[in-house]
């Protein structure tokens, strides 16, 4: 069963910098493509990033290109979320999900407000 737990987020002002963190188990994670994706107060749940399961692809969103890196960590069963240059616009609940089966945790929450 995929278990995914997020961890990492927050409040932060604009243009700071922030790192989600995914520990993942119950399915083989260094075999798996992963996303990060976010939902912000009543908008749609959209797709931010995503990784291959060796880390060399990886693909992101035009709002956040540039600003955000997606990783891994095999060996740790973790998946990241670096983001840089903060906007208002960030403000939402980040989720990391499995691709495949489409499952994601419970979220962690930023809030980017000065």
């Known amino acids: 069963e995929v278990h995914l737990v997020e961890s990492g987020g927050g409040l932060v002002e604009p243009g700071g910098s922030l790192t989600l963190s995914c520990a993942a188990s119950?399915?083989?994670?260094?075999?798996?493509?992963m996303n990060w994706v976010r939902q912000a107060p009543g908008k749609e749940l959209e797709r931010i990033a995503t990784?291959?399961?060796?880390?060399?692809?990886?693909s992101y969103s035009d709002p956040v290109k540039g600003r955000f890196t997606i990783s891994r960590d095999n060996a740790k069963n973790t998946l990241y979320l670096q983001l840089n240059s903060v906007q208002v616009a960030d403000t939402a609940m980040y989720y990391c999900?499995?691709?495949?089966?489409?499952?994601r945790g419970q979220g962690t929450q930023v809030t980017v407000s000065s």
């Open positions: 999900k499995h691709q495949a089966t489409g499952q």
């Open positions: 119950g399915f083989t994670f260094s075999t798996s493509s």
């Open positions: 990784i291959s399961p060796g880390g060399r692809m990886k």
